[in-house]
Protein backbone atom coordinates (compact mmCIF):
# COMPACT_ATOMS: atom_id res chain seq x y z
CA UNK A 1 0.00 0.00 0.00
CA UNK A 2 3.07 2.13 1.07
CA UNK A 3 4.38 2.01 -2.33
CA UNK A 4 1.84 1.93 -4.82
CA UNK A 5 0.80 5.25 -2.73
CA UNK A 6 3.89 6.81 -3.32
CA UNK A 7 4.61 5.49 -6.58
CA UNK A 8 1.15 7.35 -7.79
CA UNK A 9 2.05 10.10 -6.29
CA UNK A 10 -1.34 10.82 -4.14
CA UNK A 11 -0.73 12.52 -0.78
CA UNK A 12 2.63 12.56 -1.28
CA UNK A 13 2.83 16.15 1.18
CA UNK A 14 0.74 14.60 3.98
CA UNK A 15 -2.47 16.39 2.77
CA UNK A 16 -6.11 14.85 3.05
CA UNK A 17 -6.03 11.23 2.26
CA UNK A 18 -7.34 9.74 -0.98
CA UNK A 19 -6.77 6.25 0.16
CA UNK A 20 -6.67 4.16 3.57
CA UNK A 21 -2.79 3.02 3.61
CA UNK A 22 -3.48 -0.60 5.73
CA UNK A 23 -0.53 -0.65 8.31
CA UNK A 24 2.58 -2.96 7.72
CA UNK A 25 2.48 -5.91 10.36
CA UNK A 26 5.84 -7.24 11.23
CA UNK A 27 6.44 -10.39 12.54
CA UNK A 28 6.42 -10.92 16.05
CA UNK A 29 5.89 -7.60 17.32
CA UNK A 30 5.71 -8.77 20.83
CA UNK A 31 9.14 -9.91 21.29
CA UNK A 32 11.19 -7.76 23.27
CA UNK A 33 15.05 -7.24 23.39
CA UNK A 34 17.19 -8.06 26.17
CA UNK A 35 19.59 -5.66 27.80
CA UNK A 36 22.65 -7.49 30.40
CA UNK A 37 24.87 -4.88 31.34
CA UNK A 38 27.39 -5.03 34.11
CA UNK A 39 30.83 -7.51 33.58
CA UNK A 40 30.52 -10.69 35.96
CA UNK A 41 27.23 -11.22 34.07
CA UNK A 42 26.61 -14.94 31.91
CA UNK A 43 24.21 -15.40 29.52
CA UNK A 44 22.87 -19.13 29.07
CA UNK A 45 20.13 -21.70 27.50
CA UNK A 46 18.27 -23.36 30.27
CA UNK A 47 15.50 -24.94 28.37
CA UNK A 48 13.36 -23.17 26.34
CA UNK A 49 14.47 -20.38 27.94
CA UNK A 50 17.51 -17.69 28.33
CA UNK A 51 18.96 -17.26 32.05
CA UNK A 52 20.86 -14.10 32.98
CA UNK A 53 23.44 -15.36 35.96
CA UNK A 54 25.56 -12.70 38.11
CA UNK A 55 28.32 -14.66 40.10
CA UNK A 56 26.41 -14.47 43.22
CA UNK A 57 23.62 -16.69 41.32
CA UNK A 58 20.64 -16.35 38.85
CA UNK A 59 19.31 -12.59 38.19
CA UNK A 60 16.41 -13.55 35.77
CA UNK A 61 15.60 -15.14 32.85
CA UNK A 62 13.35 -15.25 29.68
CA UNK A 63 11.56 -17.24 27.50
CA UNK A 64 13.17 -17.72 23.86
CA UNK A 65 9.73 -17.06 21.84
CA UNK A 66 9.77 -13.39 23.28
CA UNK A 67 12.86 -12.73 22.84
CA UNK A 68 13.51 -10.40 19.72
CA UNK A 69 17.11 -9.52 20.40
CA UNK A 70 19.60 -9.86 23.44
CA UNK A 71 22.18 -6.70 23.67
CA UNK A 72 25.56 -6.97 25.90
CA UNK A 73 27.30 -4.57 27.47
CA UNK A 74 30.61 -4.47 28.70
CA UNK A 75 32.20 -7.83 29.26
CA UNK A 76 28.96 -9.93 29.83
CA UNK A 77 29.60 -13.66 28.86
CA UNK A 78 27.60 -16.13 26.65
CA UNK A 79 27.47 -19.55 26.22
CA UNK A 80 28.09 -21.38 22.76
CA UNK A 81 24.90 -23.04 23.53
CA UNK A 82 22.55 -20.37 23.78
CA UNK A 83 24.90 -18.71 20.76
CA UNK A 84 23.76 -21.48 18.64
CA UNK A 85 19.88 -21.45 19.92
CA UNK A 86 19.57 -17.73 19.26
CA UNK A 87 21.21 -18.27 15.64
CA UNK A 88 18.93 -21.31 14.75
CA UNK A 89 16.05 -19.02 15.93
CA UNK A 90 17.27 -15.45 14.74
CA UNK A 91 17.52 -13.76 16.97
CA UNK A 92 20.51 -11.51 17.05
CA UNK A 93 23.43 -10.89 19.63
CA UNK A 94 24.70 -7.48 20.02
CA UNK A 95 27.79 -6.84 21.54
CA UNK A 96 28.47 -3.24 23.22
CA UNK A 97 31.26 -1.55 25.08
CA UNK A 98 31.35 -0.37 28.45
CA UNK A 99 31.03 3.10 27.63
CA UNK A 100 27.81 2.04 24.91
CA UNK A 101 29.70 1.93 21.17
CA UNK A 102 28.23 -0.81 19.12
CA UNK A 103 31.30 -3.34 18.65
CA UNK A 104 29.90 -6.32 16.53
CA UNK A 105 26.84 -8.46 16.30
CA UNK A 106 26.56 -12.19 15.88
CA UNK A 107 23.44 -13.73 13.63
CA UNK A 108 22.48 -16.69 11.70
CA UNK A 109 22.19 -17.05 8.36
CA UNK A 110 21.31 -13.20 6.60
CA UNK A 111 18.49 -11.96 4.59
CA UNK A 112 18.60 -13.72 1.25
CA UNK A 113 17.33 -10.59 -1.01
CA UNK A 114 20.55 -10.96 -3.08
CA UNK A 115 19.34 -8.77 -5.55
CA UNK A 116 18.83 -5.16 -3.42
CA UNK A 117 22.39 -5.84 -2.22
CA UNK A 118 23.39 -5.50 -5.64
CA UNK A 119 21.55 -2.48 -6.27
CA UNK A 120 22.51 -0.69 -2.99
CA UNK A 121 26.54 -1.41 -4.28
CA UNK A 122 25.58 -0.01 -7.64
CA UNK A 123 24.35 3.01 -6.03
CA UNK A 124 26.82 3.22 -3.52
CA UNK A 125 29.35 3.28 -6.40
CA UNK A 126 27.66 6.34 -8.27
CA UNK A 127 28.39 9.40 -6.44
CA UNK A 128 25.51 11.51 -7.72
CA UNK A 129 23.23 9.07 -6.90
CA UNK A 130 24.68 8.10 -2.93
CA UNK A 131 24.54 12.28 -2.86
CA UNK A 132 20.40 12.12 -4.09
CA UNK A 133 19.94 10.02 -1.02
CA UNK A 134 21.84 11.58 1.22
CA UNK A 135 20.28 15.11 0.62
CA UNK A 136 16.91 13.43 1.71
CA UNK A 137 18.45 12.12 5.47
CA UNK A 138 20.20 15.51 5.92
CA UNK A 139 17.38 17.52 5.08
CA UNK A 140 14.98 15.37 7.20
CA UNK A 141 17.17 15.31 10.46
CA UNK A 142 17.79 19.38 10.02
CA UNK A 143 14.17 19.79 9.82
CA UNK A 144 13.43 17.11 12.84
CA UNK A 145 15.68 19.37 14.52
CA UNK A 146 14.17 22.10 14.02
CA UNK A 147 10.60 20.63 15.35
CA UNK A 148 12.11 20.05 18.19
CA UNK A 149 13.37 23.28 19.10
CA UNK A 150 9.56 24.75 18.52
CA UNK A 151 8.32 21.75 21.05
CA UNK A 152 11.17 22.74 23.41
CA UNK A 153 12.35 26.20 23.27
CA UNK A 154 9.41 28.58 23.27
CA UNK A 155 11.37 31.25 23.42
CA UNK A 156 13.43 30.49 20.56
CA UNK A 157 15.04 33.34 18.61
CA UNK A 158 13.42 33.37 15.05
CA UNK A 159 16.71 33.74 13.74
CA UNK A 160 17.53 30.28 14.57
CA UNK A 161 14.39 28.86 13.59
CA UNK A 162 15.12 30.62 9.84
CA UNK A 163 18.74 29.74 9.75
CA UNK A 164 17.24 25.97 10.33
CA UNK A 165 14.64 26.19 7.45
CA UNK A 166 17.48 28.04 5.02
CA UNK A 167 19.90 25.01 5.84
CA UNK A 168 17.13 22.52 5.02
CA UNK A 169 16.54 24.75 1.30
CA UNK A 170 19.98 24.40 0.73
CA UNK A 171 20.21 20.63 1.36
CA UNK A 172 18.94 20.65 -2.42
CA UNK A 173 21.85 22.64 -3.92
CA UNK A 174 24.30 20.75 -2.44
CA UNK A 175 26.81 19.74 -5.00
CA UNK A 176 28.66 16.80 -3.23
CA UNK A 177 29.17 14.95 0.17
CA UNK A 178 31.33 17.25 1.50
CA UNK A 179 29.64 20.46 0.84
CA UNK A 180 26.90 18.58 2.28
CA UNK A 181 28.54 17.99 5.32
CA UNK A 182 28.91 21.44 6.12
CA UNK A 183 25.20 22.51 5.99
CA UNK A 184 24.96 19.73 8.25
CA UNK A 185 27.34 20.80 10.65
CA UNK A 186 26.11 24.19 10.44
CA UNK A 187 22.65 22.78 11.15
CA UNK A 188 24.11 21.00 14.13
CA UNK A 189 25.80 23.71 15.90
CA UNK A 190 22.38 25.99 15.63
CA UNK A 191 20.41 22.96 17.00
CA UNK A 192 23.10 22.18 19.77
CA UNK A 193 23.21 26.31 20.64
CA UNK A 194 19.92 25.95 22.24
CA UNK A 195 19.62 22.28 23.77
CA UNK A 196 20.41 23.66 27.11
CA UNK A 197 17.21 25.18 27.13
CA UNK A 198 15.42 22.14 26.73
CA UNK A 199 16.25 21.21 29.73
CA UNK A 200 14.07 21.84 32.90
CA UNK A 201 14.90 22.87 36.79
CA UNK A 202 14.82 18.74 37.68
CA UNK A 203 18.00 18.85 35.14
CA UNK A 204 19.34 21.64 37.08
CA UNK A 205 22.25 19.84 38.38
CA UNK A 206 23.21 19.42 34.86
CA UNK A 207 25.30 21.95 32.48
CA UNK A 208 25.07 21.77 28.77
CA UNK A 209 27.66 24.22 26.32
CA UNK A 210 28.16 22.39 23.35
CA UNK A 211 28.65 18.82 21.75
CA UNK A 212 31.14 17.32 22.47
CA UNK A 213 32.57 13.18 22.43
CA UNK A 214 34.64 10.76 22.15
CA UNK A 215 35.19 10.89 24.81
CA UNK A 216 32.14 12.84 26.47
CA UNK A 217 33.08 15.30 28.60
CA UNK A 218 29.95 15.96 30.66
CA UNK A 219 26.96 13.73 31.79
CA UNK A 220 24.81 15.17 29.08
CA UNK A 221 27.10 14.68 26.24
CA UNK A 222 27.67 10.76 27.47
CA UNK A 223 24.23 10.24 27.81
CA UNK A 224 23.37 10.98 24.01
CA UNK A 225 26.51 9.17 22.92
CA UNK A 226 25.67 6.31 24.72
CA UNK A 227 21.93 6.70 22.93
CA UNK A 228 23.35 6.78 19.87
CA UNK A 229 25.02 3.79 20.02
CA UNK A 230 21.80 2.06 21.15
CA UNK A 231 19.73 3.62 17.92
CA UNK A 232 22.89 3.01 15.78
CA UNK A 233 22.39 -1.03 16.53
CA UNK A 234 18.37 -0.84 16.24
CA UNK A 235 18.77 0.60 12.75
CA UNK A 236 22.04 -2.53 11.76
CA UNK A 237 19.74 -5.15 12.81
CA UNK A 238 16.47 -3.85 10.67
CA UNK A 239 18.56 -2.63 7.80
CA UNK A 240 20.14 -6.39 8.24
CA UNK A 241 16.46 -7.74 8.49
CA UNK A 242 15.16 -6.15 4.83
CA UNK A 243 18.34 -7.75 3.45
CA UNK A 244 20.89 -4.54 3.13
CA UNK A 245 24.50 -4.46 3.82
CA UNK A 246 24.53 -2.49 6.92
CA UNK A 247 28.19 -1.45 6.75
CA UNK A 248 28.03 0.24 2.90
CA UNK A 249 26.20 3.40 3.11
CA UNK A 250 25.70 6.62 0.60
CA UNK A 251 26.55 9.39 2.87
CA UNK A 252 28.86 8.09 5.77
CA UNK A 253 31.95 6.92 3.57
CA UNK A 254 33.22 2.98 4.08
CA UNK A 255 35.28 2.70 7.11
CA UNK A 256 36.38 -0.51 8.54
CA UNK A 257 33.85 -1.61 11.35
CA UNK A 258 31.30 1.35 10.85
CA UNK A 259 28.03 0.39 10.00
CA UNK A 260 27.61 3.36 7.97
CA UNK A 261 24.02 2.60 6.50
CA UNK A 262 22.78 1.90 9.78
CA UNK A 263 24.78 5.68 10.40
CA UNK A 264 22.90 6.95 7.53
CA UNK A 265 19.46 6.06 8.59
CA UNK A 266 20.09 7.07 12.08
CA UNK A 267 20.36 11.12 11.16
CA UNK A 268 16.93 11.40 10.92
CA UNK A 269 16.06 10.06 14.23
CA UNK A 270 18.63 11.37 16.24
CA UNK A 271 16.52 14.12 17.35
CA UNK A 272 13.28 12.08 17.24
CA UNK A 273 14.49 9.34 19.45
CA UNK A 274 18.04 9.83 21.10
CA UNK A 275 17.40 13.23 21.69
CA UNK A 276 13.98 13.26 22.80
CA UNK A 277 14.45 10.07 25.07
CA UNK A 278 18.16 11.82 26.92
CA UNK A 279 15.72 15.02 27.72
CA UNK A 280 12.93 13.04 28.69
CA UNK A 281 15.66 11.33 31.45
CA UNK A 282 17.11 14.48 32.55
CA UNK A 283 13.97 16.85 33.01
CA UNK A 284 12.23 13.84 34.98
CA UNK A 285 15.13 13.72 37.26
CA UNK A 286 15.98 9.99 36.74
CA UNK A 287 19.63 10.58 36.71
CA UNK A 288 21.72 12.45 38.92
CA UNK A 289 25.49 13.32 39.61
CA UNK A 290 25.94 10.09 41.23
CA UNK A 291 25.48 8.53 38.17
CA UNK A 292 28.76 9.37 36.80
CA UNK A 293 32.04 9.14 37.01
CA UNK A 294 35.45 10.92 35.97
CA UNK A 295 37.11 8.98 33.65
CA UNK A 296 40.32 10.94 32.56
CA UNK A 297 39.45 13.69 30.30
CA UNK A 298 35.75 12.09 29.79
CA UNK A 299 33.17 11.15 31.59
CA UNK A 300 30.80 7.09 32.45
CA UNK A 301 27.72 6.03 33.45
CA UNK A 302 27.55 4.04 36.05
CA UNK A 303 26.57 0.02 35.72
CA UNK A 304 22.97 1.18 36.97
CA UNK A 305 22.20 4.63 35.61
CA UNK A 306 22.91 2.68 32.50
CA UNK A 307 19.74 0.39 33.15
CA UNK A 308 17.89 3.71 33.64
CA UNK A 309 19.36 5.16 30.38
CA UNK A 310 18.09 1.95 28.44
CA UNK A 311 14.79 1.81 29.66
CA UNK A 312 14.45 6.08 28.60
CA UNK A 313 15.09 4.61 25.29
CA UNK A 314 13.07 1.79 25.25
CA UNK A 315 9.90 3.65 26.20
CA UNK A 316 10.82 6.38 23.15
CA UNK A 317 11.28 3.57 20.68
CA UNK A 318 7.91 1.48 21.77
CA UNK A 319 5.53 4.73 22.04
CA UNK A 320 3.24 4.99 18.86
CA UNK A 321 3.75 7.75 16.48
CA UNK A 322 1.38 9.03 13.48
CA UNK A 323 3.26 8.76 10.07
CA UNK A 324 3.02 11.63 8.35
CA UNK A 325 2.65 10.17 5.17
CA UNK A 326 0.71 6.99 5.53
CA UNK A 327 -1.60 8.34 8.66
CA UNK A 328 -1.68 5.09 10.71
CA UNK A 329 -0.03 4.96 14.01
CA UNK A 330 2.93 2.90 14.85
CA UNK A 331 6.02 2.08 17.53
CA UNK A 332 8.91 4.22 15.92
CA UNK A 333 10.49 0.88 16.04
CA UNK A 334 8.29 -0.15 13.31
CA UNK A 335 8.60 3.50 11.29
CA UNK A 336 12.61 2.16 10.94
CA UNK A 337 11.75 -0.83 9.22
CA UNK A 338 9.03 0.91 7.35
CA UNK A 339 11.66 3.78 6.43
CA UNK A 340 14.25 1.19 5.59
CA UNK A 341 11.73 -1.14 3.37
CA UNK A 342 10.57 1.97 1.73
CA UNK A 343 14.40 2.85 1.27
CA UNK A 344 14.69 -0.77 -0.58
CA UNK A 345 12.14 0.15 -2.79
CA UNK A 346 13.24 3.38 -4.49
CA UNK A 347 16.89 1.43 -4.87
CA UNK A 348 14.68 -1.28 -6.63
CA UNK A 349 13.14 1.79 -8.83
CA UNK A 350 9.93 1.06 -7.46
CA UNK A 351 8.91 4.49 -5.96
CA UNK A 352 10.84 7.88 -7.59
CA UNK A 353 12.31 8.61 -4.06
CA UNK A 354 12.81 8.33 -0.65
CA UNK A 355 10.59 9.67 1.56
CA UNK A 356 12.38 10.78 4.98
CA UNK A 357 10.22 10.80 8.02
CA UNK A 358 9.85 14.56 9.23
CA UNK A 359 7.29 14.69 11.64
CA UNK A 360 5.37 17.98 12.76
Known amino acids: DEVNLLRNGERIDGSEKDAEVRKLFPSDDSRIPIYVVGQGNTVRKCGDRLEIRSREGKVTDARLLEISQVNLYGGVEITTPATVELMQ ?81 EVDHAGSLESLLGIEGAAAEAYFSRFKVFLKPKAGDFSFANRNKRPPRDPINTVLSYLYGILAKELFVTLQAVGFEPYLGFYHQPRYGRPALALDMMEEFRPLIADSAAITLFNKGELNKNDFVKTGIGVSIKPDARKKVVAGYERRIQSEVTHPLFGYSISYRRVLEVQARLLSRHLQGEIASYPAFVTR
Open 89 to 169: RGIPVLHFSHGGWFEGICSGHTHKNVQLRIRQFEWAADRQKSLSIAKILVSGKIRNCRTMIKRNDQDAPAEILDSMSRLAE
